[in-house]
């Protein structure tokens, strides 16, 4: 029997999911409600989960992080992503934290069983063709995505919003020398030259959203 992890912060959801998985003859042994919580149930198993379904807008530690640290912890555990956004910029960056299928909530009781299958037997699950070939690619790292640091990540976050480097440097409780150092790094690994083509990678790789603005992604 294969069993399951599930992680989302709604409890009715996560509730539905595990009572939907169960039905279908899955065993869900783990119910989290945010990326902290899973992470800490994974490192006190006796027993771990063989797939884990993984939202991404989760408090404490979203989807990215928690999928980052089961690929670097338990590479044997399959993530497939169980999520509202549908838009690529996320499930490109899922895929490259390793994530290995992406369902969106909206998807048929089927289409949700035959993800698990897939991911379990075959070692991932698209549902378009396309789709299919666009993220192995990056699973087999033919398309690259940008490793950035933490800081990094933090401070093209708030170039998105527009701060300063001496704001970002307060914001950071870091001195705008270091600011400047990696916004450097971040202009080589991004490919860019300026702070605007900054936003716009944030954009393109998945760091920040699109809504009536730009806006930080899931903090």
């Given at each position: 029997m294969i069993k399951i992890a599930i992680a989302d912060d709604h409890l009715v959801v996560r509730e539905g999911i595990a009572s939907l998985l169960g039905k279908m003859?899955?065993?869900?042994?783990?119910?989290?409600?945010?990326?902290?919580?899973?992470?800490q149930r994974l490192k006190d198993a006796d027993?771990?989960?063989?797939?884990?379904?993984?939202?991404i807008?989760?408090?404490?530690?979203?989807?990215?992080?928690?999928a980052e640290e089961i690929r670097d912890s338990w590479p044997e555990i399959r993530v497939l992503v169980v999520t509202v956004h549908s838009e690529s910029l996320y499930f490109?960056?899922?895929?490259?934290?390793?994530?290995?299928?992406?369902?969106?909530?909206?998807?048929?009781?089927?289409?949700?069983?035959?993800?698990?299958?897939?991911?379990?037997?075959?070692g991932a699950y698209f549902s378009d063709v396309e789709e299919q070939r666009y993220m192995r690619s990056i699973a087999r790292g033919e398309i690259k995505h940008p490793k950035l640091t933490a800081a990094e990540t933090e401070?093209?976050?708030?170039?998105?919003?527009?701060?300063?480097?001496?704001?970002i440097a307060t914001r950071m409780h870091t001195s705008a020398k270091a600011v400047d150092s990696h916004?450097?790094?971040?202009f080589n690994k991004?490919?860019?030259?300026?702070?605007?083509?900054?936003?716009?990678?944030?954009?393109?790789?998945?760091?920040?959203?699109?809504d009536t603005g730009t806006s930080p992604v899931l903090k």
């Amino acid at each position: 029997m294969i069993k399951i992890a599930i992680a989302d912060d709604h409890l009715v959801v996560r509730e539905g999911i595990a009572s939907l998985l169960g039905k279908m003859g899955f065993e869900v042994i783990i119910q989290a409600a945010n990326g902290v919580e899973l992470l800490q149930r994974l490192k006190d198993a006796d027993v771990l989960p063989d797939v884990c379904l993984l939202d991404i807008s989760m408090p404490l530690k979203n989807g990215f992080e928690t999928a980052e640290e089961i690929r670097d912890s338990w590479p044997e555990i399959r993530v497939l992503v169980v999520t509202v956004h549908s838009e690529s910029l996320y499930f490109t960056r899922m895929i490259a934290a390793g994530a290995k299928g992406y369902v969106t909530k909206d998807a048929r009781a089927d289409v949700l069983r035959e993800a698990v299958m897939s991911v379990y037997h075959k070692g991932a699950y698209f549902s378009d063709v396309e789709e299919q070939r666009y993220m192995r690619s990056i699973a087999r790292g033919e398309i690259k995505h940008p490793k950035l640091t933490a800081a990094e990540t933090e401070v093209l976050r708030l170039c998105c919003d527009e701060l300063s480097a001496a704001e970002i440097a307060t914001r950071m409780h870091t001195s705008a020398k270091a600011v400047d150092s990696h916004k450097h790094n971040l202009f080589n690994k991004l490919a860019v030259k300026t702070t605007a083509g900054l936003v716009k990678a944030a954009i393109k790789y998945g760091y920040v959203q699109v809504d009536t603005g730009t806006s930080p992604v899931l903090k």
